[in-house]
């Protein structure tokens, strides 16, 4: 049985959820204005994949899990934080260095763009939060397959369709080279205010 209710509920809290800045926001935009469209949307893809990984394990009640098994919860969290800070760290480290893209590089770009997008996720202390708490509490507790994959589809298609507005406002000529002007200090913002999400994890 579809129950386009459960999905409706499902959209209104996913949207807002998307579309609060986060890791995701920044690192898709710094990839947008640094290389090229086309590894931003790389990126997006990396994103997107974990958030329908995300979203099955909500559904599916991972929210119990770390409620049972809090040390979980914490590992991952501790893991997420860890990286943002070394994420961002990296960013602050190589501020100012150009970066070449090429037409021969490009297919090597987009698999380090997804697997990019993919880590910068799968680690986001926001996502998880967001998924087990929120975004479960949204979902029924059962569900049947249509509308299981009803569910995964909004998510696909909200995260998607934001995630790739974004890649394309940021890889914009204008954008981009106001983002090519100020790189140095564009690299340092951006870094520091991961590292900040980091720090503000481990904090919590």
């Known amino acids: 049985m579809f129950d386009a209710h459960a999905i409706a509920v499902v959209f209104s809290v ?7 800045p986060g890791p995701n926001f920044v690192a898709v935009a710094h990839k947008a204005a640094s290389t090229t469209v086309h590894e931003a949307l790389g990126t997006v893809l990396g994103i997107v994949l974990v958030n329908l990984f995300w979203a099955s394990c ?3 009640g991972i929210g119990i899990v770390f409620a049972t098994f809090p040390w979980i919860a914490l590992a ?10 070394w994420f ?3 960013l602050i480290a190589r501020a100012g260095a150009q970066a070449a893209v090429t037409e ?4 090597g770009g987009m698999r380090r763009a997804i697997r990019e ?3 910068t996720n799968l680690v986001n202390p926001k996502s ?3 998924f087990a708490a929120v975004f479960a509490a949204a979902a029924p507790p059962h569900v049947s397959l249509p509308t299981f994959l009803g569910m995964l589809g909004t998510v696909c298609v909200v995260a998607t369709t934001w995630y790739a507005l974004v890649a394309v406002l940021f890889a914009t000529p204008r954008v981009a080279a106001r983002y090519r002007q100020h790189k140095a200090w564009m690299d340092r913002a951006c870094g520091s205010i991961i590292v900040a999400l980091g720090i503000r994890q481990l904090a919590r």
Do not use: E, Q
Request: aromatic fraction near 10%; charge should be positive.
């Open 14 to 20: 996913y949207v807002v959820g998307v579309v609060i």
């Open 58 to 60: 909500a559904i599916l």
């Open 76 to 85: 991952v969290k501790l893991c997420g934080a860890a990286y943002l800070i």
């Open 88 to 90: 961002g760290g990296r």
């Open 104 to 107: 021969g590089s490009r297919t």
């Open 117 to 119: 997008g993919i880590a």
């Open 128 to 130: 998880m939060a967001f």
